[in-house]
């Protein structure tokens, strides 16, 4: 069993700042990259950022400059900054991990419940 666990979300004034967290744990045998994705009402689920196990980024046009994606390999957790938040960053924001558990022989894509970023303007 394996689970990922997003936490941080909540509301905040533009031009502030959160720390979205995300954990993955259970019977894992190897984590590669971790993504953040963000879906706004009525819209698809959009990439925000994404960082590869050896800690290689990349992000949305939109985001580069004020988010910022790093990693703990030792805890299985990313964590995203944000700052600089705008209005239209408001959304679910989603955390996929793309997880090897030990009798697999492939990686799949597991996904956390999703935490709820609102930003006021």
């Known amino acids: 069993q394996v689970q990922v666990v997003e936490s941080g979300g909540g509301l905040v004034q533009a031009g502030g700042s959160l720390r979205l967290s995300c954990a993955a744990s259970?019977?894992?045998?190897?984590?590669?990259?971790m993504e953040w994705y963000r879906q706004a009402p009525g819209k698809q689920r959009d990439l925000v950022a994404r960082i590869t196990r050896a800690g290689t980024t990349t992000y949305a046009d939109s985001m580069k400059g004020r988010f910022t994606l790093s990693r703990d390999n030792t805890k299985n957790t990313v964590y995203l900054q944000m700052n600089s938040l705008k209005p239209e960053d408001t959304g679910v924001y989603y955390c996929?991990?793309?997880?090897?558990?030990?009798?697999?022989?492939?990686?799949?894509?597991?996904w956390g419940q999703g935490t709820q970023v609102t930003v006021s303007s």
């Open positions: 259970g019977n894992i045998f190897s984590i590669n990259a």
């Open positions: 996929n991990a793309r997880i090897r558990t030990p009798l697999a022989p492939i990686e799949s894509d597991y």
